[in-house]
């Protein structure tokens, strides 16, 4: 959720962070459940961030409209969705291309 502004510098990949972020480009939004604290990891530095979406009516929220909603209290409105990957996450994945 706006983290990508953490991405500042090069950031060293590990073969799980690198095959998770590989996972979410290719393939889409994905479940981080049973991936360990990983999946976590990478959306503390910005690299994948949750998809969000309202509950009553399923519409996808911005990070922006999320956070808002978040900070004024209404987070039991919110469904947090899968993992996807970020412009940064995007960035990453290319400098740490072998």
Do not use: Y
């Not at 953490?6 to 590989?22: C, P, Q």
């Not at 900070?71 to 409105?77: D, L, T």
């Amino acid at each position: 959720m706006g983290n990508e502004a953490k991405m500042t510098k090069a950031v060293r990949l590990s073969e799980k962070a690198r095959a998770w972020l590989v996972l979410l480009r290719d393939h889409g939004p994905q479940d981080p459940k049973g991936r360990g604290n990983m999946p976590c990891s990478m959306r503390r530095m910005g690299l994948a961030e949750f998809e969000l979406s309202l509950t009553a009516t399923g519409r996808p929220l911005s990070s922006e409209d999320a956070l808002e909603m978040f900070n004024a209290g209404r987070s039991s409105e919110l469904t947090f969705g899968p993992d996807r990957i970020t412009a940064a996450g995007r960035a990453a994945l290319e400098e740490s291309t072998p």
